[in-house]
Nanobody, 119 residues
Framework: QVQVVESGGGLVQAGGSLRLSCAASGIHFRIDAVTWGRQAPGEQRDMIAS???????NYADSVKGRFTISRDNVRNTVYLQMNSLKPEDTAIYYC?????????????WGQGTQVTVSS
């Protein structure tokens, strides 16, 4: 059974930092990409950072230069280092794992972790 678990959220003051973790277990397919998304109350879920199997990263303009996505292949864990946090970064942060096994495509989301940035 595939599980995706986010952790590392919390309450931080503006200008502070947090590191989120996304741990995947039960993976039975090739992971093609891991993406972090976030959703604020009343808003749609936005994708903010991704890393693919080659290590190529992409960032939304809103977090570029402040957030860094990285991975530990041994631990099957992807991290999101968030620096210079702003109140507008407050949201539930979700991790999505995408992959393929022959002709079948898989996509799994975690339950999310709350990040609150106070001004």
């Amino acid at each position: 059974q595939v599980q995706v678990v986010e952790s590392g959220g919390g309450l931080v003051q503006a200008g502070g930092s947090l590191r989120l973790s996304c741990a995947a277990s039960g993976i039975h397919f090739r992971i093609d990409a891991v993406t972090w998304g976030r959703q604020a109350p009343g808003e749609q879920r936005d994708m903010i950072a991704s890393i693919n199997s080659r290590g190529t990263t992409n960032y939304a303009d809103s977090v570029k230069g402040r957030f860094t996505i990285s991975r530990d292949n041994v631990r099957n864990t992807v991290y999101l280092q968030m620096n210079s946090l702003k109140p507008e970064d407050t949201a539930i942060y979700y991790c999505r794992v995408e992959g393929t096994d022959q002709r079948t495509r898989y996509e799994y989301w975690g339950q999310g972790t709350q990040v609150t940035v106070s001004s």
